[in-house]
């Protein structure tokens, strides 16, 4: 049995039992959590933070996208923008990324996603061979390349190696940058040996799982037989994001892809589906009754203009949810919640929608979001609870967002007033890897980071 080798002390934390002042929180060599107790400040040698909360796991990301953040912005001369013209952009962006580029940025993706508050994140993981679509000489390279940023920024890594086969629901060949994601189904298991290593490798609390891209990527036969041969893993997928693309599957299939889905694969707890932005009403109820969770990215989705997820009625009906920072245009899970929210107000021109009566909309979310982010990545965290992961974040009690708030207040501070700023320490899996609102290594992987991208800016 390991001892206590670190704590910390927490003038009001948000444990499993709700707030309590004056908290101590044990943690052993492995990173896990052994006690949550009460203790007075004055006997407390513990580290020492203001506010002491569970930490969001970051369920969808595409890190190498973070550096395009700025290039996609400028409207076109051919008319109308949207996703596919944004889509277009990043694949030619894609294919001029190596191997030390994808490390650099995801590298400094995961100390933004540290730094604002996030502990771990799902990496679906869909660039893995050089531009043409030729392998790399070792299969995995991009995903050990993934592996050793988790590993270097000590963020908790979910690796969800993404299986992309064709290029439309139609099963016409892939094209331009997707030729970097293709695998057929013996290469993709081969593939994801290879990451399931790598993600082991990278620290004690790595995860692993499986992300058939979406229907249009994977035809049927496949889907099924990926579901079969990764039992019990997380299985994430991107579905009804685009009005087109369930169009596409209409048309190909005569359903829409959420309907489609649900009445052929057994969706379940182990499923994200990622989006969800357009579902019928029969559909919201079925996915909230499957226990499957919806992987929410809301910046990425107004970044894109996909649409305004129904979040009034999937939460009435009880379904979970998480976020995801996906294009990480923007990395914040505050700003997410907040994001959320302010689309279902816009929408129903009304205030506070996402909570039950009574009850704080910030606290609402935060709860929501960490129960689901945990559960799509398959990781023992999401409460200040013996057993758990220490996934923790400290807020800074002096934070002008903060200010004189206590409890849920607290929460609705932070989400709708603040951003990363309030947030002065992270732990991941027991790892102290952000202290005074910095990343212990943030100087040496911003100055790679720089250096990467300003080589990338002149390629493009
Ligand atoms: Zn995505």
Redesign the pocket.
């Known amino acids: 049995m390991s001892g206590a080798t670190k704590s910390v002390f927490a003038s009001q934390a948000l444990t499993a039992e709700g707030w309590k002042d004056n908290v101590h929180v044990s943690m052993d060599t492995a990173g896990r959590i052994i006690a949550v107790e009460p203790e007075s400040a004055a006997d407390s040698n513990a580290y020492t933070v203001d506010i002491l909360l569970p930490a969001q796991s970051n369920l ?3 890190t190498f996208q973070r550096a395009m953040a700025g290039l996609s912005e400028a409207r076109s001369p051919a008319g109308r923008d949207s996703f596919w013209t944004w889509r277009e952009i990043m694949y030619r962006f894609l294919d001029i990324l190596g191997p030390e580029d994808i490390e650099a940025i995801a590298s400094f993706a995961f100390v933004e996603m540290l730094e604002s508050g996030y502990s771990s994140v799902a990496e ?1 993981h869909y660039v893995h061979h050089q531009p043409g679509g030729q392998p790399y000489d070792h299969l995995g390279e991009l995903s050990e390349r993934i592996a050793a940023a988790a590993s270097a920024t000590g963020i908790g890594l979910t690796l969800l190696p993404v299986a992309y086969m064709q290029g439309g629901v139609d099963g016409r060949a892939l094209a331009g940058g997707q030729l970097r994601f293709g695998n057929d189904f013996e290469r993709y298991v081969e593939l994801a040996q290879l990451a399931e290593k790598a993600a082991k490798n990278a620290s004690v609390d790595a995860g692993f799982g499986v992300a058939p891209h979406s229907i249009r990527a994977v035809n049927e036969r496949d889907l099924k037989a990926l579901e079969q041969h990764f039992q019990g893993m997380p299985f994430h997928i ?1 579905i009804a ?1 685009q009005i087109p693309e369930i169009e596409e599957v209409l048309a190909a299939y005569g359903q829409r892809s959420m309907s489609w889905l649900l009445d052929h694969l057994p969706v379940n707890e182990r499923w994200c589906l ?2 969800s932005t357009h579902m019928t009403s029969e559909e919201t109820s079925r996915v909230a009754a499957s226990g499957a969770v919806v992987g929410l ?1 809301p910046i ?1 989705e107004a970044n894109l203009g996909d649409g305004i997820f129904n979040g009034v009625n999937y939460l009435n009906a009880g379904g979970p949810f998480g976020t ?1 920072s ?2 990480n245009i923007r990395i914040s899970p505050s700003e997410e919640l907040r994001q959320l929210e302010y689309s279902q107000r816009l929408r129903d021109v009304s205030r506070v929608t996402l909570s039950a009566a009574g009850k704080s909309c910030g606290r609402t979310l935060y709860d929501a979001a960490l129960a689901g982010g945990a559960q799509a990545l398959g990781r023992e965290s999401g409460s200040l609870a013996p057993g758990k992961w220490a996934d923790m974040i400290g807020l800074d009690v002096e934070n002008a967002a903060l200010l004189g708030l206590t409890g849920d207040r607290l929460l609705d501070g932070w989400i709708f007033a603040g951003d990363r700023q309030a947030v002065s320490d992270v732990w991941s899996a027991g790892r102290h890897v952000v202290h005074e609102g910095r990343h212990r290594d943030r100087a040496a992987i911003f100055a790679t980071y720089r250096t990467r991208l300003a080589s990338i800016l002149e390629r493009v």
Do not use: L, P, W, Y
């Open positions: 969808h990301s595409h679906f991107h994001e990622i989006h990215c990425t995801g996906d294009s």
